[in-house]
């Protein structure tokens, strides 16, 4: 079960990009990861960080494809996009954050508020994380609608 996590992100050190000695790891359960989604939706699009933190002593790697997925309060999907994480290793008191922007929705209706649904293609395992403003308040208003003739999209960019 994910849960909610207030520590700020000054307290933990961002994913581990330069070589240093950990013991092995094997795989990693999302039970063992805790994350949020902070977002504002402003004029173009919303616009926000997804962070998972590890807050076990073990390392957690992850070493397939993530399916990420905008799903609205029932968590059927609204929009998905996949990211590549190959040996990625998510350290003790670490974290990993990924930027998103999601714009262009133009459907017409929806079942407020939103989340995203991040799925493990290997394993399967997946986690629901809800998407909150700074204030923690839940995001229920979608991106405008800029171009009806243009598809609506979810990018995605590792940050560290």
Do not use: R
Request: aromatic letters at 8%; hydrophobic letters at 35%.
């Amino acid at each position: 079960m994910l849960t909610a996590c207030t520590t700020p992100l000054n307290s933990l050190s961002p994913l581990q990009t330069e070589p240093v000695e950990y013991p092995q790891t094997v795989g990693c359960n999302f039970s063992d990861l805790t994350g949020y989604v902070h977002a504002e939706n402003n004029i173009n699009a919303v616009q926000g960080l997804i962070v998972l933190s590890n807050y076990t002593d073990n390392p957690c790697l992850i070493d397939s494809i993530w399916d990420l997925l905008i799903v609205d309060s029932q968590q059927s999907p609204i929009i998905s996009t996949s990211i590549n994480l190959v040996n990625t290793n998510i350290y003790a008191e670490q974290y990993l954050s990924i930027d998103f922007t999601w714009n262009n929705y133009c459907q017409q209706d929806s079942n407020e508020p939103f989340g995203v649904k991040i799925l493990d293609t290997e394993t399967q395992q997946m986690l629901y994380i809800p998407i909150e403003d700074p204030n923690g308040n839940l995001i229920s208003s979608p991106p405008a609608c800029k171009d009806q003739n243009q598809k609506q999209s979810f990018l995605l960019q590792i940050s560290q």
